[in-house]
Every structure is written in structure tokens, then in C-alpha cells.
């Protein structure tokens, strides 16, 4: 897309459900707040199962992240310019491979809402 200055703009992600086919239903209630986040996530390494009650994106920046469902074990795998939709109150995680990972993350949720909330039986299962 041209925009006026000559420049151009790419669209990276547009979505109406997260990576794993769940649709988004609502934003959360309360004051809106944006957050963005730059991570950078350590080679051969893997996030603590989390979820998200608020819409949020990521892009790849450098590296591959691959995303884990807790549930089902469904997996999808994003390399660096890739953007996705993250899953809303899904239990999932990050998983890096011989390189770390640097992702841009933004996040719509509400004032007073942690961006991700840690599994209550975190370790039990599987590392």
C-alpha cells in the first residue's frame, strides 16, 4: 500500500481468531490500554505456560518461536517476519530453538489487567 509521503505500508496481520481457529468474541470490559512490549527470549529455552484474557499480537523479529497449546498439544511455528494472533484464556508457551528470539508483542486489554497470567498447575505435567 502507497501512502501519501511515497512511502508504503505492509500489512502484517489482520485477524478475527487467534493462531490455534478460536474466534474473538469481546475486548475486555474497563478503560482500554495498549501495550507493546519488545522480548527477546533466550535460545533453547521455553516460557512457562501462560494464557492471555486480552486480544494481542506478535512479530517475529528475529529467530523462530514455536507456539505450544497446553490442552491439545497443537503446535504452529513462526519465523522471524512473521506476525500471528495470540490465543485468548488458552493455556500455551513459547519454545525456542538454537537462537533467541526477539518478538514486538501488542497487547489490547484494560487498566488493572496483567498482560498474561501464569497455569495454576504450572510444571505439574511436563516441563
Known amino acids: 500500500m502507497a501512502d501519501e509521503s511515497g512511502g508504503s505500508t505492509t500489512l502484517l496481520l489482520e485477524a478475527t481468531s487467534s493462531w490455534n481457529d478460536v474466534k474473538y468474541s469481546a475486548y475486555p470490559s474497563g478503560r482500554p490500554k495498549l501495550t507493546t512490549?519488545?522480548?527477546?527470549?533466550?535460545?533453547?529455552?521455553?516460557?512457562?505456560?501462560?494464557?492471555?484474557?486480552?486480544?494481542?499480537?506478535?512479530?517475529?523479529?528475529?529467530?523462530?518461536?514455536?507456539?505450544?497449546?497446553?490442552?491439545?498439544g497443537r503446535t504452529a511455528t513462526y519465523h522471524a517476519g512473521q506476525a500471528f494472533a495470540e490465543s485468548i484464556d488458552?493455556?500455551?508457551?513459547?519454545?525456542?530453538?538454537?537462537?533467541?528470539v526477539v518478538a514486538i508483542v501488542a497487547y489490547a486489554g484494560a487498566e488493572g489487567q496483567a498482560l498474561s497470567?501464569?497455569?495454576?498447575?504450572?510444571g505439574v505435567a511436563d516441563d
Open 90 to 100: 488458552n493455556v500455551h508457551r513459547g519454545v525456542t530453538g538454537k537462537e533467541p
Open 117 to 122: 497470567v501464569p497455569s495454576a498447575n504450572e
Open 37 to 72: 512490549v519488545r522480548m527477546t527470549i533466550p535460545a533453547n529455552s521455553k516460557l512457562h505456560w501462560h494464557k492471555h484474557l486480552m486480544p494481542n499480537a506478535a512479530y517475529i523479529v528475529s529467530g523462530e518461536l514455536k507456539v505450544e497449546e497446553r490442552e491439545t
